[in-house]
């Protein structure tokens, strides 16, 4: 059974810093894994989706990788800004259903 | 593209009664899923359809739970008696072959 962890469980940066977010799985057979915003009381917002044969994706100022072998993936936020500040959610895949992990809860302050 | 539309968007009702939730995929997505989102337990599959068929729905927590999808453009989530434990917000999502989308979510209040 997949399982998503995601670290650290919160952040606080100020703004401008380069930062990473880190979310790990433990069944390697992972199919893709996408990568997801919420703000308080919103739904979520797609950032970023890695299919099998891809290693990573990028979009703006966020770049996420992953690495099947070691079951991990990262999330890396350039020049981090207030309005980057909410809850990041990792999802890994197996061609049918999505598992999340708990999420990271950012906050950038200005 | 409208995207995943869910209604209603707030839902507040008393300990025994029926609750319907609503969803419309996006067009040509064959896959359609519900989720349950929790501050303790986070975001939990309840069941999914391809094409319609519901494949797995080892997530839904009781009997109480029962989840439908008649054609490719709507799908219900219902809970009948509801308990105040299932106060939740409830999530729609759709998705072809990669990539899933989700709705605005329904935020469900049983008093």
């Known amino acids: 059974k997949q399982e998503v962890t995601q670290i650290p469980a919160a952040l606080s940066v100020p703004e401008g810093e380069n930062l990473v977010l880190n979310c790990s799985f433990t069944?390697?057979?992972?199919?893709?894994l996408q990568w997801f915003r919420q703000d308080p009381g919103k739904g979520l917002t797609s950032l970023l989706l890695?299919?099998?044969?891809?290693r990573e994706q990028t979009s703006g100022r966020l770049n996420a990788s992953l690495d099947k072998s070691s079951g991990r993936s990262t999330l890396y936020i350039a020049a981090s800004q207030p309005g980057d500040s909410a809850t990041y959610l990792c999802a890994g895949g197996d061609g049918n259903k999505l598992v999340f992990g708990a999420g990271t809860i950012l906050r950038v302050k200005s | 593209d409208a995207g995943v539309i869910q209604s209603p968007r707030h839902e507040v009702t008393e300990m025994g009664q029926e609750v319907t939730l609503r969803c419309k995929p996006i067009?040509?997505?064959?896959?359609l899923f519900w989720y349950r989102q929790t501050m303790m337990r986070g975001l939990e599959l309840l069941i999914y359809?391809?094409?319609?068929?519901?494949?797995?729905d080892s997530g839904m927590p009781e009997d109480r739970f029962s989840a439908k999808m008649p054609n490719a453009s709507f799908s219900t989530l219902k809970i009948q008696p509801s308990e105040p434990r299932d106060s939740a917000v409830y999530f729609c999502?759709?998705?072809?072959?990669?990539?899933?989308?989700f709705g605005s979510g329904t935020r469900l209040t049983v008093v």
């Open positions: 067009s040509g997505h064959n896959s």
């Open positions: 999502a759709s998705t072809q072959v990669h990539g899933y989308t």
């Open positions: 359809f391809n094409n319609n068929v519901p494949i797995d």
């Open positions: 890695i299919q099998s044969s891809q």
């Open positions: 069944d390697s057979a992972i199919y893709n």
